[in-house]
């Protein structure tokens, strides 16, 4: 499975963007879908999580009713509306895929994308 991230930008803070994940290949392994993100001098930390179903979501406290995590199957496509940012949202965020029930830990994702930086200024 490869992915490609994209959408990430510069952003005022209250703001929105809306990352984008596109998934080819064996598509049709991946049962989690993931958001992560690591910030400048940080771990990497979970963000949100899809089941391939679409019915089973999974947030990251921080970000509990700012973002949302959607998923399109027929389009191998995975997003992530980001709403209400904060200075501190700022960081790089990957897109992973889980052959299994990924949810938040980072060592159950098998495959990564390159990350699509998100900077938000205050």
């Known amino acids: 499975v490869q992915l490609q991230a994209s959408g990430g930008g510069l952003v005022q803070a209250g703001g929105s963007l809306r990352l984008s994940c596109a998934a080819s290949g064996r598509t049709s392994s991946s049962y989690d879908m993931g958001w992560f993100r690591q910030a400048p001098g940080k771990d990497r930390e979970f963000v949100a999580a899809?089941?391939?179903?679409?019915?089973?979501?999974l947030y990251a406290d921080s970000v509990k009713g700012r973002f949302t995590i959607s998923r399109d199957n027929a389009k191998n496509m995975v997003y992530l509306q980001t709403n209400s940012l904060k200075p501190e949202d700022t960081a790089v965020y990957y897109c992973?895929?889980?052959?299994?029930?990924?949810?938040?830990?980072?060592?159950?994702?098998?495959?990564w994308g390159q990350g699509t930086l998100v900077t938000v200024s205050s």
């Open positions: 899809i089941r391939l179903s679409g019915e089973s979501t």
């Open positions: 992973a895929s889980s052959r299994f029930l990924g949810r938040s830990n980072a060592s159950r994702y098998q495959y």
